[in-house]
């Protein structure tokens, strides 16, 4: 297998074929981040196509000195910020003082981390919950953004960040207790 | 963070750690019609390819120059011959009708067909790998009977490998020659021309689609070329330095100073009423962002192998040629100095390398055309207008949207002939 580096030399020269070698190879856990960060497929593959461009532009500008998965990785990020604040509609940012209200109203009820709701399942929570909750908590739970950095990225404030990551928990945990009492159910009766 | 929270990310952390989807097939025709580029690049990127390609096609060359002079050197161990051979004193005959050509090994003291009648004397004859060249008749004719002789075959002994004779026999008549390791050969060609040179080129580069000033480099060089009467092929080693003009281009802010923010006011009660008191920080201030540039000087060296074909003219002690083909560039090592600002008042926003770099190999079409004057029976000057054509882009292709730059300059240095 060609190593990345040459690999990014040849695409570095306009080499097309080179370039379809990394795509080949970096296309499905690319697709895997989009996914994440989108509604639905059409929009991941969207955010795909279009990251894709940029990586192909930008190629040059790459110098070895962190990882090129990661690079390319912020680039398909940085390009659904875009998509986001492109489809940016009115949305209404809970603040977090309300957050704390609500938050002392609720009895800590952990999840099981092997909880039995499969990927195809939880795919589908992360891709139908509000765009802002989806946006900050993926950046925050997948990508380690601190709230400052999701405020920057996505210019909103620091409190709307957390508002937002509290909002998408209760969101998930909403959505998935379902499954849960549906598993243990089946196993008391099975 | 609750641990309720910590973990929810952990399980949805779980579930996507290593998530992946294949992407259909048309998103990469999607990409592919928004990009530009080639399709080749894999051989052209490649230096060990590279270097094969021009290896094999030098011992090719070399091999078949190698065949050419042989060719013109007729096997000195060979006899030919069309028909009635015939040899030996005691006038038997042979006779064949087929040209057919003997290796000497076959020639031996031992295995005989012809005997001789004496047998204290040397005796010879055509082994049994030619049976067809004995025949079981007696010698009708006497006319179709030759007895040649060489050199001092007054002790009949028919030269042997280690005499390296070239026996021919014509049509009709038996017209041996004998080409020895000292004599002429006939229908001699001209030996192909070993000169060897050493050079040095100046050259221009030029952007044709880009506002980029002209960048210079120079060149040392070694060529050997192998000169067949009017034509030659001519490769070498070349060393390539550049020194391209980069600079980096920046924002920054410059830092004025500092003020106190008052983050709280209070109020203290006293005789003499309600004193405020102001709880300050110091805060840094920059000035608005300016805009700068950092020149610095990106050095390159390549290494170069040409393959070029030519034609040349001599007249007297002058001669002109006109050559061409591709030369092959391997980057050896280069230099891009990263900005250094040391300025600590200075808060950088950007940073940003403006310069197209070179790319780490590259191929370009060679033509050049110029004269030679000899200063010596085996010393000339050589005098020579260069021009490069970039095949493939010379620079990171990101930066630039030439992509066929090329150069101009002047090749000038000694040639030997050996």
């Known amino acids: 297998m060609v190593s990345d580096q040459k690999i990014i030399e040849a695409c570095g020269k306009g080499s097309r074929k080179a370039f379809r070698e990394l795509y080949r190879k970096y296309a499905p856990v690319l697709l895997g981040i989009c996914t994440r960060y989108s509604n639905d497929i059409n929009e991941a593959e969207d955010i795909l196509q279009e990251g894709f461009i940029k990586i192909y532009n930008k190629i040059g500008s ?35 003082s309300e957050i704390h209200e609500q938050l002392s109203n609720e009895k800590d009820r952990e999840i099981d981390p092997e909880l039995p709701v499969n990927k195809e399942i939880i795919l589908a929570i992360v891709q139908n919950m509000p765009e802002g909750y989806r946006f900050v908590f993926n950046m925050f739970v997948f990508e ?47 | 963070m609750n641990r309720d929270s910590k973990h929810m990310d952990e399980v949805f952390r779980n579930r996507f750690q290593s998530f992946e989807a294949q992407p259909p097939e048309y998103i990469w025709d ?61 006038n038997t005959a042979y006779q064949n009708t087929n040209p057919v050509t003997i290796p000497a090994q076959s020639i031996n003291t031992t295995d005989i067909s012809l005997q001789n009648e004496n047998p204290a004397g040397p005796q010879t004859g055509f082994g049994k790998s030619f049976p067809s060249l004995v025949s079981e008749e007696k010698p009708s004719a006497r006319e179709n009977i030759r007895v040649f002789t060489m050199g001092n075959l007054s002790s009949r002994k028919i030269l042997a490998e280690n005499d390296k004779p070239n026996i021919h026999a014509d049509n009709q008549n038996l017209k041996p020659t004998y080409n020895s390791l000292s004599g002429n050969i006939q229908n001699y060609r001209a030996r192909p021309e070993l000169v060897m040179g050493v050079h040095f080129s100046p050259e221009v580069m030029f952007y044709p689609e880009d506002n980029i000033n002209n960048q210079n480099s120079y060149r040392f060089d070694l060529s050997a070329a192998l000169h067949f009467s009017d034509f030659f092929v001519e490769t070498g080693l070349g060393l390539n330095f550049s020194k391209d003009q980069g600079g980096y281009s920046y924002d920054y802010q410059k830092y004025l100073g500092t003020y106190d923010d008052v983050y709280e006011v209070t109020f203290d009660s006293t005789e003499n009423g309600v004193i405020p008191t102001y709880h300050t920080s110091p805060e840094d201030v920059y000035d608005s962002v300016s805009e700068s540039y950092h020149p610095t000087k990106n050095k390159y060296t390549y290494l170069e192998i040409p393959l070029l074909i030519g034609f040349k003219k001599d007249y007297k002690r002058i001669s002109w040629f006109v050559k061409g083909g591709p030369s092959f560039a391997f980057l050896v090592h280069k230099n891009i100095p990263e900005v250094n600002i040391t300025d600590q008042d200075i808060l950088l926003a950007l940073n940003e390398n403006k310069q197209p770099q070179r790319v780490s190999s590259n191929v370009q079409f060679v033509l050049g055309a110029g004269i030679n004057y000899r200063i010596h029976k085996r010393v000339s000057l050589s005098f020579e207008p260069v021009f490069r054509y970039y095949l493939t882009s010379a620079y990171e292709r990101s930066y630039i949207r030439s992509k066929h730059t090329y150069s101009a300059g002047v090749r000038a240095g000694l040639l030997f002939n050996f």
């Not at chain 1, 390009?79 to 509609?89: D, E, G, Q, R, S």
């Not at chain 1, 509290?166 to 945990?173: E, G, M, N, P, S």
């Not at chain 2, 592919?32 to 230096?47: H, Q, R, V």
Request: hydrophobic share 35%; proline share 3%.
């Open chain 1, 62 to 96: 790459f110098r070895s000195e962190g990882s090129f998965e990661g690079w390319m990785k912020r680039i398909m990020i940085n390009t659904a910020i875009n998509h986001y604040h492109k489809n940016l509609k009115h949305q209404r940012y809970v603040e977090i």
């Open chain 1, 144 to 190: 380690g953004y601190s709230h400052a950095e999701i405020a920057d990225k996505l210019g909103v404030s620091v409190n709307t960040s957390k508002t937002q990551l509290f909002k998408a928990r209760q969101y998930l945990r909403k959505k998935i207790q379902p499954y849960i009492k549906e598993s243990v159910q089946n196993n008391i009766n099975g």
């Open chain 2, 30 to 90: 999607r990409i592919k019609a928004n990009i530009p580029g080639n399709n080749s690049g894999t051989l052209f990127s490649n230096p060990v390819s590279l270097a094969s390609i021009a290896a094999i096609i030098l011992i090719a060359l070399m091999l078949g120059i190698n065949t050419i002079k042989q060719e013109n050197i007729q096997p000195a161990n060979s006899i030919q011959k069309n028909q009635n051979i015939a040899t030996s004193q005691d």
